[in-house]
């Protein structure tokens, strides 16, 4: 006995009222009618959405930089850190003049993200060291083929005229390390 | 033959070793960390001072400290002689210095750095060095040199070890590249960017403690610990053959030689081997490399099961069955009957 809210059957003959069922009918009735008045559980999805908090784990994006250029340097470190190796990545060495195209001399050629396997925990936001990759508030549209669930870097990269708003999910510490003047060096200067 | 103690471990070596070697000799947490020092190539060592050791008694004949940190490569034991590495914190204060030092021009690019997981500069500042630098000022930038076809010198990422020159030296006939200048302005650098075509230069790779040469057939390919390390060997006339294949899949993506625990190559490959065999086809495959399982490397590697413990677990199991615990006699006849099924089913 694992709860105290097991009961013993007992059989033994029911009573005329039990036995014609009509007041067990009456009080399941009842029960659906108080609900009927109740607020309602349930949302109208589409036309209307639940409030989410606000660092929601959704579709992940990867992030360029002011000037358009991807940040990702294929460095690796969000697939190892993936617990679900859902991430998968092919690097390529920056030719000359694609220097507003890629931030640095290595970038992702390939970059995927299968979205069957993928748990949205966050450990690849949290392992980049080049702010590129980042989860959003969006959610992952369903899809009734494998392959459309493995998101390449079409469906990955942000749009340099379609920004996604991340700022929400960079918290105050990590704003203030990021002013922090030791630090400049991570970030790349782009003279040369 | 002299006596020394290092960390309170007592150990009697042969005369003219050093305290680095005579720590080797006892092993463990207490050996120093060493960038530039190599035990295979001769007057190696003496340049980066990672390997410094705290002396409170130079010998049983002068039991004076040592007045100043020594650096424990280039420092020859005396009978006697007390060392402290790990048990004197003003010590590991002094090499966090030393590794900061390190850093000062470090790009720290290890996102884009081949060398990235198997870095010596990278596992020392995380062991020993500081979160955060102190340096404000514009670190000092080189374009990167093509040497020959097959190497990749990033001179940015250097700290001056002197290895590379020494591997030239020793291992080939003529070296053709050595450090130029001097101070902060110090950089390797070939004689007008002459190509270095010789059969073991690919060496100078493995010794490299840093990323500032790297193999350009690598270059980009994988990060290294997603490609699995395998224990191969070939016929080769010039060398050994005895090597590390990287690979992924079938295809061999990078050829290096066998390291130590000291991260230092046991057995030279030439140029060959390195460069230009690789297809696995060609090699004899041993089996995976065992891979520290402190090392980025062995991130998702299962290279073998850990027999003891599993022993101890389906023996644990045996004995404790349906709730209570089987006899021991009983038990100790069933195990070996038992645990070899159990095992060749874990292995399947």
Known sequence: ?192 | MPKVTIDNHEIEVPEGTTILQAARMIGGDIVPPAMCYYSKLKTSGGYCRTCIVKVTQGSAKDPRPMPKPVASCRTFVMDGMVVQNTTSPELLEARKGVVEFLLLNHPLDCPICDQAGECDLQNLSYNHGASATRYEFERRTFEKIDIGTKIKLHMTRCILCYRCVKVADQLTDHRVHGVMNRGDVAEISTYISNAIENDFSGNMIDVCPVGALTDNTFRFKSRVWFSKPMDAHRNCNKCSGKVVLWMKGEEVLRVSARKDKYNEVEEWICNDCRFENKDSKRWTIEGPRHISKDSVISQNHYEHIDMQKLKLDINRQIKFQGGKQIEEHYSRTQFDESSKKALDAAKK
């Open chain 1, 1 to 192: 006995m694992l709860t105290n809210r097991s009961k013993v059957v007992v059989n033994k003959q029911m009573s005329f009222m039990e036995r014609i069922y009509l007041p067990a009918v009456v009080g399941g009735l009842m029960t659906t009618i108080k609900h009927l008045f109740r607020k309602k559980t349930t949302i109208d999805y589409p036309k209307e959405k639940r409030e989410i908090s606000e660092n929601y784990r959704g579709q992940h994006i990867l992030k360029v930089d002011e000037n358009g250029a991807e940040r990702c340097t294929a460095c690796g470190l969000c697939a190892v850190s993936c617990p679900a190796e859902a991430i998968s990545m092919t690097a390529a060495e920056r030719k000359k003049g694609e220097e507003l195209k890629y931030r640095e001399e290595k970038y992702a050629a390939v970059y995927e993200i299968n979205m069957l396997r993928c748990i949205f925990c966050g450990l690849c936001e949290e392992a980049c060291p080049k702010e590129a990759i980042f989860l959003t508030d969006r959610l992952v549209p369903v899809s009734g083929e494998r392959d459309a669930m493995i998101y390449g870097k079409d469906k990955l990269t942000e749009k340099h005229y379609n920004e996604v708003d991340i700022s929400k999910r960079q918290t105050p510490a990590v704003l203030a390390f990021k002013q922090n003047k030791q630090y400049q060096h991570n970030q790349l200067k782009q003279t040369r």
